[in-house]
Structures are given as C-alpha cells and as structure tokens.
C-alpha cells in the first residue's frame, strides 16, 4: 500500500507537501552509552569520543517492566517529529518500509491536536515526579522529554524561514532530513539499549535529563 494511501487522512502529516515545509535541527554522531545504574556523568573524554560504546552489566538489575516502561517511552519525540521525514520517506522506498508499521500508532497520536502536550505532562507528572518508578525509567522518560523540547527551535524556524525553491529550500531540506534522522537514530538506540537493561545516554539531552531526575 502506498505510503500516500495510508497517511492521507492525517492532515498534519503532509508527507507529500515538500514545497511548503520546512525546518531545521541538529544531529549528532556520538551516543555513548553508560551501564552503570547510579547514571555518574561521563568523563571529557568520553564526551569525546566519537563511536557508539556498548556494555552489558552482566546482570539483570534492571526489571523487564522497567525495561519496557524505558523502551516505549522513546516512540514520544519520534512521533511528534514524524513530519520532518516528509522528504527522506517519500524519496527512498526503505524508509517507507521501516516507518509503515508505525503508521496506526502515528494516526493515533495526530488524531487530537492535543495529545502531544497531554502525553508530555502525563510523561513528566506520572512517571519523572513518580519516586514510585525507579530512576532508571524516570532518567529514560525525561531524556524522551527533553528530546521532544527540543523539536521546538526547528518549528521556530520553520515559521520564520519559509523558501519555496532554490538554494533555501534544498538547505531547508537537507536540515529536515538531518531532524528526522536524529530522531529515528534516537529512537532505535534509545528503545534497544533500554532491552537490554543498558543506559542510553544522547547528546546533550542526557545530561539535560539527569538535572531534572533527583
């Protein structure tokens, strides 16, 4: 089934509109990851690096509901920032495959206008405020938090910088897709570490998270 087909009833994912919009972000190539579960800062020099460290505690510390309590939560910015892939998902045939079994989870969520900012206070006052849920599921929960905050700064720009065609639309493009690869990357990285029971640490939204975290 076409992609077109299956978001047409959603009126905010306008996949197929890539004349009109457009926004900005940033990404990163170093998501280190830190299995230690009192979550201490990472060193400068690990700040540094840039691969993608992998360690397992050996254990299970972590329990399989907290494990997937972690997991879901990073779906949250992936899908309020779906849009952005408007450009990478109609050109290349893999993202459409990867992203299509997404698609009654994403028409839920765009259903209401609101759920968005209804999600992000059940996320923030149930579970971040919630000492009932361990730190390891409120740390993960108010990383996805942040991760969406973020989505911000490119809306702003999105409706402050609107080119149609030529050099401003391919940049505008080219930072789109960037978005929207960040958020599929931290969605990925972010869900199959918290399977494991490892810690997912992203750029800059970690440490972010663990000031928020008491």
């Given amino acids: 089934m076409a992609i077109s087909h299956l978001l047409s009833p959603l009126p905010s994912l306008t996949f197929f509109q890539t004349r009109?919009?457009?926004?900005?972000?940033?990404?990163s190539s170093s998501l280190p990851l830190n299995s230690n579960p009192h979550f201490p800062k990472p060193s400068p020099a690990r700040e540094r690096a840039a691969t993608l460290v992998l360690r397992s505690k050996g254990?299970?510390?972590?329990?399989?509901?907290?494990?997937?309590i972690s997991a879901v939560c990073y779906f949250y910015p992936f899908f309020d920032g779906i849009q952005y892939g408007k450009f990478i998902i109609t050109q290349y045939q893999p993202f459409q495959i990867l992203i299509q079994p997404l698609f009654p989870a994403i028409k839920a969520f765009k259903s209401f206008p609101f759920n968005g900012f209804l999600i992000f206070i059940t996320l923030y006052f149930v579970v971040v405020r919630?000492?009932?849920?361990?730190?390891?599921?409120?740390?993960?929960?108010?990383?996805?938090?942040?991760?969406?905050?973020?989505?911000?700064f490119p809306?702003?720009?999105e409706r402050s910088f609107n080119p149609t065609d030529g050099f401003g639309l391919d940049v505008v493009m080219s930072l789109d897709s960037t978005v929207f690869l960040f958020l599929l990357?931290?969605?990925?990285?972010?869900?199959?570490?918290?399977?494991?029971?490892?810690v997912p640490r992203l750029p800059i939204v970690a440490d972010a998270a663990d000031?928020?975290?008491l």
Avoid: E, H, K, P
């Fill in 59 to 68: 254990d299970d510390s972590v329990d399989a509901s907290d494990r997937l």
């Fill in 20 to 27: 009109n919009l457009t926004l900005t972000g940033r990404s």
């Fill in 185 to 198: 990357v931290s969605l990925i990285y972010g869900f199959s570490a918290c399977l494991f029971g490892l």
């Fill in 211 to 213: 000031r928020q975290v």
């Fill in 130 to 152: 919630n000492q009932n849920f361990s730190r390891y599921v409120r740390f993960n929960t108010m990383q996805a938090i942040v991760l969406d905050v973020l989505l911000i």
């Fill in 155 to 157: 809306d702003l720009l």
